[in-house]
């Protein structure tokens, strides 16, 4: 599976932002999904899981009660929308899939990986 991260910018604190992540080729439904962040001079963290049906989802502790993500099988399209922004939401996002396993947080599990797409939250 190919992935394409888009919808990212630049967004006062407070402010909100919905990304999306596109998914070519098949059997998107048979992917858990997820995103991860990276920010400038840090290594890249786990943001948010996403089950196969949607059913499931799974945060890190720093984004609970902000940001939700859901994902549409029909449209092979995943969506990360991200509400009170804060300096710390700062990062480059990037979606991940995997093919086996649940939900989880650990990069090395996740197999394909969009190219990501930049986050700027000014204060």
């Known amino acids: 599976v190919q992935l394409q991260a888009s919808g990212g910018g630049l967004v006062q604190a407070g402010g909100s932002l919905r990304l999306s992540c596109a998914a070519s080729?098949?059997?998107?439904?048979?992917?858990?999904m997820a995103w991860f962040r990276q920010a400038p001079g840090k290594e890249r963290e786990f943001v948010a899981a996403i089950s196969r049906s949607g059913g499931s989802t799974y945060y890190t502790d720093s984004v609970k009660g902000r940001f939700t993500g859901s994902r549409d099988n029909a449209k092979n399209t995943l969506f990360l929308q991200m509400n009170s922004l804060n300096a710390g939401d700062t990062a480059v996002y990037y979606c991940a899939a995997k093919r086996f396993g649940d939900i989880g947080r650990y990069q090395n599990d996740y197999d394909y990986w969009g190219q990501g797409t930049l986050v700027t939250v000014s204060s």
């Open positions: 080729g098949r059997a998107f439904s048979m992917y858990v």
